[in-house]
């Protein structure tokens, strides 16, 4: 089969190059608004190839994987759809648009395919959607802590606009404490988790985050509680930063990886 990553940072091409070993991977096309990041690859990687025609690739692609940003799930993901190819989306906080999410997932029921989002940095999400599978309104409470290092967190406008210093920390500090849904516009790159805990509880008006700034943090760090009629969860994931990009964690490359494999598998173990 065809796979087409969009995007070809990091973490597309961590992708990439695990897909590559992949006997049931024939071609991996990439899309990239920066040709010369696929050009530098080595010449064993024989099934990666830059394109520039997202039309063609569709037609001879069964899922399209974003690994770019929020606004390449605008600009590419609905279209995948349109042509009945399953995508998988990384950059989650795209869907906090409540129209492109319903677009999306009409698009998807009317062509005969999926949308698929991968846990990604945390850990909870399958026991978080379970005590919502009867009824979303079994679950009582989300919050989700996320503890993260100054250097993660470097260069965010919030900051700047709300008059907060996180370069001469001494101690923990709580710079965001509200809903999701505003936690994803300030922090676009940093807490596709509060998206991905969104969608799969009680959504982004419902869903509290907390984000802390540690300056002893080595490791993006994420508490998610879950009260609920019929239990409670309380999970912690520390996650080693990746090593390219120390906003995102390891594990939501891994996790995209491991998503990839269970979609053109035969089996997938914690629905």
């Not at 897909?19 to 080595?42: A, G, R």
């Not at 991968?118 to 409470?141: F, K, M, R, W, Y």
């Not at 008006?205 to 509680?225: G, M, Y």
């Amino acid at each position: 089969m065809n796979i087409c990553i969009i995007g070809f940072g990091s973490i597309g091409r961590t992708l990439a190059k695990a897909l590559h070993e992949m006997d049931d991977i024939n071609n991996i096309f990439i899309i990239e608004k920066k040709p010369e990041k696929v050009q530098d690859l080595d010449e064993d990687l024989t099934k990666i190839r830059y394109s520039e025609n997202y039309d063609d690739v569709l037609e001879d692609c069964r899922l399209v994987v974003e690994t770019a940003a929020q606004d390449a799930v605008t600009k590419f993901i609905p279209h995948a759809l349109e042509k009945g190819v399953s995508s998988l989306v990384m950059s989650v906080g795209a869907f906090s648009d409540d129209n492109l999410w319903d677009k999306c997932k009409i698009l998807a029921k009317q062509n005969n395919c999926k949308i698929y989002i991968p846990s990604g940095a945390i850990c909870g999400i399958d026991g978080l959607g379970g005590l919502g599978g009867l009824d979303v309104g079994e679950i009582e409470e989300v919050i989700l802590m996320s503890y993260k290092s100054p250097k993660a967190l470097k260069g965010q406008k919030y900051f700047k606009q709300n008059n907060i210093d996180i370069t001469n920390l001494s101690r923990p500090k709580v710079v965001y404490d509200g809903w999701a849904r505003d936690a994803v516009k300030h922090f676009p790159k940093n807490v596709n988790v509060a998206a991905t805990v969104s969608l799969a509880g009680l959504g982004f008006d419902r869903t509290r985050v907390k984000l802390i700034v540690d300056p002893k943090a080595q490791r993006n760090t994420h508490r998610l509680i879950v009260k609920a009629r019929s239990g409670e969860i309380e999970c912690w994931t520390r996650n080693l930063p990746f090593p390219e990009n120390p906003r995102t964690s390891y594990l939501a490359a891994l996790s995209l990886i491991s998503a990839v494999k269970r979609i053109i598998g035969s089996a997938w173990v914690g629905i």
